[in-house]
């Protein structure tokens, strides 16, 4: 019997993943799906913006919804500043993975954000809409290649794809200058990835790179650029 090709599987933090057969590539780190996403998105993303009282991310790659729960866990904590948050995701996961993905669990979620994590795969594409006081999100069932970048700059853009090696085409400086003209002067990149290609088409599309920056546990590096003021 042939297997399915997207499989659940723990990681090493004992939290959740996804298994891709067809690409033979996991939606999160072998190390940790959980611990790479609080420490790439949220600690070395969303936490290192200016206060401001509206933030706006962009995530490529909502993938499990894991970013777009942490980053309403996030906002929950700083109730002054209000999160608009945009994912695209052209390849959804099938609904039959949602309720057994254990990041709730982990996390200690209360009742309103166990209903967050399935309203977050459940609303509608395509509308936004508020999930919690001061957090909207869209979902949006498009490739990167097809949005159309808003007149309203992000802030924040989590890129969140498939690695290079394995779906090397979203990697690729067009879709990065895309990503620089929908964010303000100032704004940041964050990802796993630190592949070397991949950096130099980060700076051919107009974004800095600081000093190297450790990744999570078990990885080297993980990478933040920024968009010139």
């Not at 509308?127 to 097809?146: C, I, M, V």
């Amino acid at each position: 019997m042939t297997e399915p090709e997207i499989q659940l599987m723990a990681t090493g933090d004992g939290s959740h993943s996804l298994y891709h057969a067809t690409l033979d590539e996991s939606y999160h780190s072998h190390h940790g799906a959980l611990q790479e996403s609080q420490f790439v998105y949220i600690d070395q993303g969303l936490a290192r913006l200016p206060p401001q009282t509206t933030q706006r991310v962009l995530e490529v790659g909502l993938g499990t919804g894991l970013n777009v729960l942490l980053t309403a866990r996030a906002q929950q904590q700083q109730p002054d500043c209000a999160v608009d948050m945009v994912s695209l995701e052209p390849y959804p996961i099938p609904t039959a993975f949602i309720d057994q993905l254990n990041y709730c669990d982990l996390l200690a979620c209360n009742a309103a954000e166990r209903a967050l994590f399935r309203t977050i795969h459940a609303s509608p594409w395509q509308s936004p809409q508020a999930l919690t006081t001061g957090f909207t999100f869209t979902k949006l069932n498009q490739r990167l290649e097809e949005w159309k970048v808003p007149d309203a700059p992000f802030d924040i853009v989590y890129y969140d794809a498939f690695a290079p090696s394995k779906q090397a085409d979203i990697w690729a400086q067009a879709n990065l200058e895309k990503c620089a003209a929908a964010l303000r002067p100032g704004g940041i990149l964050v990802t796993y990835c630190a592949q070397g290609a991949f950096k130099r088409n980060l700076r051919a599309a107009g974004f800095e790179l600081g000093p190297r920056l450790p990744g999570p546990p078990g990885k080297k590096e993980m990478v933040r650029a920024v968009k010139p003021q």
